[in-house]
């Protein structure tokens, strides 16, 4: 690097080897001398070049004791290819999926740039330094902090095991044959093993080539997983725009918290029937400003998105039972038959070409007041109804841990716009090559074991700690202290937001009637002014914002 290195763009990897490095130059760098008094003016000379005086005042033996860095492999020397790679992970510890300088968070780009180039699969200048320009780098969307993916994936250019084409020799001066010929050691070898001379053996671009999964696997954190590759995505691919549906799910548990039998069973549960009444609200093509959170930077003047469904799923075969919600007081009257088990799991649906930034969470907060019954379902409607409300009402968006970017989906033609996409690209799964260790010790699945286990017996121990203590107490009803409740918190409402427990939020106010944030126009307006800019307009022509079709927008949540 030539100049002062910008650290902001290095990853923490590579801070923590540079302060080793200064630190290490440190203890080898010979002590400073002890300075001698200096002599009386008369009687200080100085050692005559040549004379012995001279050469005994230079420390002989010194060397450049610079510790030697990592060998870099030549890239000249290796082939390269493009393919695609989905992957999955576990957002709730990471600070996102894009790398973000001086971030107090590792993101999954960072993570994803440490395993590529530890394993040599890309030649940055710096490997310590994220700059994916080196490989044609693309993704198909920006998860937020604490944002999980099952299916999301990148297109990068890596390191390939097919040989190099050889470069034409010069007639060889060898040993003449019996015909004549001239033939030099390699030639006569492929000829006594019987193979033509110059023909090179076929290359198997799935069977020959470098294992990309297992190499990346063994480097990645275990809740980053690489789940498949693509070999031979289409020409122009880009994990981006190359994409036409983005699938998510947001998970939630019915009864969204601990119910208060003090409130008859009535806190706590979700009318799951009005929420799907209000998912459906939103299938179609929509202008979502009321659903999102604007970035002024980017001067978005189109919030149009298109959402092929959208439902409320129950998902099976997840709950652990919790029996005392079944009891006196904490379930609704008549909700419950006996025979089910509580508490459930729900997951919000949706699919679309894209999202906007926090589109969906903004979706399930909007669901959740449904679902308590603190507005009805007709309030999406509204809320989509820019023309009568301009608008977003200021109020806050679901937590992120439960939301997951379920899968993207890549259609054979990217130019047809369906409600129906089929996957189109030829992915080689884990399980459809023994060698990416898919199962047996080691393997991608023993890995995410161990992963779910150690949160599974966390969930068992709090999950029969639950229960004891809702058995406890209560027993002589004489025992039982009756305390007036406080006017201010008889007064509160609980709002769930998506977490661990309700939020107490003080008297509820409607949706339609809480203070309206700036318009996305006005907020583009006064953002281009603050930044120097005759107007939004003015903005958007110098910095080239507005060329891409809006369907062609990557997904933001």
């Known amino acids: ?54 050469v005994s005042s230079a420390k002989p033996g010194a060397k450049n004791t610079k510790p030697k860095g990592k060998r870099k492999p030549d890239p000249s020397k290796y082939s390269t290819r493009y393919i695609a790679l989905k992957l999955a992970y576990l957002g709730r510890d990471y600070g996102g999926f894009e790398f973000q300088p001086m971030a107090t968070q590792t993101s999954i780009e960072e993570e994803l740039w440490n395993a590529l180039t530890k394993a040599c699969l890309i030649f940055p200048k710096d490997e310590r330094i994220v700059d994916f320009e080196c490989c044609e780098y693309s993704k198909c969307g920006r998860t937020d902090r604490g944002v999980s993916a099952f299916g999301q994936v990148i297109g990068v250019r890596v390191r390939s095991n097919r040989p190099l084409p050889k470069q034409p020799q010069p007639p060889s001066q060898g040993v003449e044959g019996k015909d004549g010929m001239a033939v030099d050691g390699q030639s006569g070898e492929k000829a006594a093993n019987g193979e033509e001379a110059g023909v090179e053996a076929p290359f198997d671009p799935i069977a020959d080539e470098l294992q990309y999964p297992r190499l990346l696997n063994r480097i990645l954190p275990p809740d980053i997983r690489i789940l498949a590759w693509c070999p031979s995505p289409p020409p122009n691919f880009s994990a981006r725009f190359s994409c036409r549906e983005r699938q998510y799910r947001y998970f939630f548990t019915q009864p969204a918290w601990s119910p208060d039998p003090k409130a008859g069973g009535e806190t706590g549960w979700l009318d799951i029937d009005a929420m799907r009444d209000g998912a459906k609200r939103y299938e179609g093509d929509h202008d979502f400003r009321n659903m999102c959170k604007i970035d002024p930077g980017k001067q978005i003047t189109n919030f149009h998105r298109t959402i ?16 005392y919600l079944a009891g006196p007081g904490f379930a609704p009257a008549g909700a419950l038959d006996g025979a089910t088990t509580y508490p459930k799991v729900y997951s919000f649906n949706v699919r679309g070409s894209a999202f906007l930034w926090h589109q969906i969470r903004h979706m399930v907060a909007v669901l959740f007041l449904i679902g308590q019954r603190l507005e009805k379902p007709e309030v999406v409607s509204e809320l989509l109804d820019t ?71 966390n969930e068992l121990l709090s999950n029969q700690l639950l229960q004891l203590v809702s058995q406890q107490g209560n027993s002589d009803p004489s025992r039982l202290v009756e305390r007036p409740r406080m006017a201010k918190q008889s007064n509160s409402a609980i709002v769930y937001e998506g977490g661990n427990t309700g939020r107490v939020c ?46 062609k927008s990557v997904a933001d949540d």
């Open 387 to 457: 023309v009568t409300n301009p608008s977003k009402p200021n109020y806050t968006m679901a937590d992120d841990a439960p939301l997951v970017l379920w899968d993207c989906i890549f259609p054979k033609d990217i130019n047809v716009l369906s409600t129906k996409n089929k996957d189109a690209l030829d992915w080689v799964y884990l399980a459809d090559d023994p060698a990416l260790a898919k199962y047996a010790q080691f393997g991608v699945m023993d890995g995410l074991w161990a992963h779910w286990r150690e949160h599974k017996m």
């Open 308 to 323: 092929y469904e959208a439902d409320i799923e129950e998902v099976k075969d997840v709950s652990s039972a919790l029996p």
């Open 506 to 551: 003080g008297p509820y106010v409607p949706l339609m009637k809480k203070d309206r944030l700036q318009a996305p126009e006005e907020q583009n307006e006064r953002y281009a002014k603050r930044k120097g800019f005759a107007d939004a307009e003015d903005m958007r022509q110098k910095r080239g914002f507005g060329k891409r079709r809006p369907d």
């Open 1 to 54: 690097m030539s100049g002062k290195p910008n650290y902001l763009s290095w990853t923490k990897n590579g801070l923590i080897e540079r302060v080793k490095e200064l630190e290490n130059e440190l203890r080898t760098r010979p002590a400073p001398p002890v300075p001698k008094p200096e002599p009386e003016p008369e009687a200080q000379q100085l050692p005559q070049p040549g004379t012995d005086a001279a």
